[in-house]
């Protein structure tokens, strides 16, 4: 499998929901799955917002490993690559362009955190199992997974100011990564445009998405 590293930076940062299994308190341990938002952090983690009150973080506060499995939303389900993420979940105060950003990608985030009682965790990814396709399929360390590139909250705040206002037919620009950008059409329609190389700075973004919309222009 080419590049699986960055194979699976890009099917997490496809993936706006993914199935949390945790360890059950409630039932002598066995596996508990469960539907969280998420949002990949610059360095691939993913965040999600969780009630203190739900029974997957009772698990977790208990015992920490847990296992997220995404899907690609964009591909065709029947062989769709999917990423199956194991390792060790923990609260995480995150910082206002971080919860800004998760805000922007669920916008019900902000009135969930008015209640009180939900908070944002990661998962710390020990080991991945990518699975990109028929016939390739293969194991991740987290490690290196880690030490993919990575673009600053602070770069992406200055991009979607500049890259918002070449938007058209009513569409919205919601982040920008490493690896791609995403926005929302006039419906409210989530898209996701990957980079045909991941890019860890600005001026690498601003080329990117210069000669993608070349290309669309054509």
Same mark, same amino acid.
């Given at each position: ?27 002598? !341990? ?28 009772? *698990?977790?506060?208990?015992?920490? /490993? ?75 360390? !987290?490690?290196?997974? !880690? ?27 919601? !982040? ?10 006039? *419906? ?7 980079? *045909? ?14 000669? /993608? ?6």
């Amino acid at each position: 499998m080419k590049d699986p590293y960055h194979l699976a930076q890009r099917v997490l940062r496809r993936a706006s929901h993914g199935a949390l299994a945790t360890l059950s308190v409630e039932q002598d !341990g066995w596996p508990f799955a469960s539907a969280v938002n998420l949002v990949a952090q610059p360095d691939g983690c993913p965040a999600f917002l969780i009630s203190g009150l739900a029974e997957h973080t009772r *698990n977790l506060r208990a015992d920490p /490993r847990a296992s997220l499995l995404v899907v690609d939303p964009y591909a065709p389900t029947e062989g769709a690559p999917r990423l199956s993420l194991m390792g060790y979940a923990e609260p995480v105060t995150l910082d206002a362009m971080a919860q800004a950003r998760f805000a922007r990608l669920h916008p019900a985030a902000e009135q969930y955190l008015s209640f009180g009682d939900f908070s944002f965790w990661q998962l710390r990814p020990e080991r991945l199992r990518l699975i990109g396709g028929f016939g390739a399929a293969g194991w991740v360390t !987290g490690s290196r997974y !880690g030490h993919a590139p990575a673009l600053s909250l602070a770069d992406e705040a200055r991009l979607l100011a500049e890259l918002g206002g070449e938007m058209a037919n009513g569409d919205t620009l919601l !982040g920008v990564d490493a690896y791609g950008v995403d926005g929302c059409d006039g *419906n409210g329609q989530r898209w996701r445009d990957q980079f *045909n190389a991941p890019c860890a700075s600005a001026e690498a973004v601003r080329a990117a998405w210069a000669g /993608r919309r070349r290309c669309g222009e054509d």
